[in-house]
């Protein structure tokens, strides 16, 4: 609980002397809260409830070493998925990490029916596939064409999203108050 009133009291601090402070993202934040290149304070992702070191470190050093992510498949693709599991990159969602990769957080969440996997889960399955093919196609001898069997990305679910209030209240889940 001291750790959540101690980044209240900074928030509240960065507030009074009108310094902004961004919420986390993907392609800016990295594991403690940081300045951004506008001089931004960029709200770390390893603040997110639910997000532990190994994935941030995944994401991070995925981003730095290859430039960031242009999209949430391009993201699936690359970041080492056993590192930043199903759990984590929902309480990313939640707290919009992804939002700057234009992708309602909703549809995140959204399943086709009762029993049915949530958008999420079948991203996580897509790069799962993506990185098995292509740890596949790196092993292969003959130099068959492995890569023109390309996985189809899933489709972004067309839904309404979330009003404000929900989303404060998912983001104040995974935060511990609202940004």
């Known amino acids: 609980?001291?750790?959540?009133?101690?980044?209240?009291?900074?928030?509240?601090?960065?507030?009074?002397?009108?310094?902004?402070?961004?919420?986390?993202?993907?392609?800016?934040?990295?594991?403690?809260?940081?300045?951004?290149?506008?001089?931004?304070?960029?709200?770390?992702?390893?603040?997110?409830?639910?997000?532990?070191?190994?994935?941030?470190?995944?994401?991070?050093?995925?981003?730095?070493?290859?430039?960031?992510?242009?999209?949430?498949?391009?993201?699936?693709?690359?970041?080492?998925?056993?590192?930043?599991?199903?759990?984590?990159?929902?309480s990313l969602a939640y707290a919009g990490a992804f939002d700057g990769l234009k992708v309602p957080r909703a549809c995140f969440f959204h399943s086709t029916g009762e029993g049915k996997p949530t958008w999420i889960e079948t991203l996580v399955r897509y790069g799962q596939q993506c990185q098995s093919d292509a740890d596949a196609a790196q092993v292969s001898m003959f130099g068959d064409d492995v890569e023109g069997a390309a996985i189809p990305e899933p489709a972004l679910p067309q839904i309404e999203g979330w009003s404000a209030l929900e989303q404060l209240h998912y983001e104040k889940d995974v935060i511990g108050f609202y940004l």
Request: charge should be positive.
């Open 1 to 90: 609980q001291s750790s959540i009133d101690k980044i209240t009291f900074f928030m509240e601090e960065c507030r009074r002397m009108g310094i902004s402070v961004l919420g986390p993202d993907v392609n800016e934040s990295r594991f403690q809260f940081s300045v951004n290149k506008a001089g931004q304070i960029r709200f770390g992702l390893g603040a997110v409830k639910g997000v532990g070191e190994g994935a941030v470190e995944a994401i991070v050093q995925e981003r730095e070493k290859n430039g960031p992510y242009t999209s949430i498949f391009d993201l699936m693709r690359r970041v080492d998925l056993r590192a930043a599991n199903r759990k984590a990159l929902e």
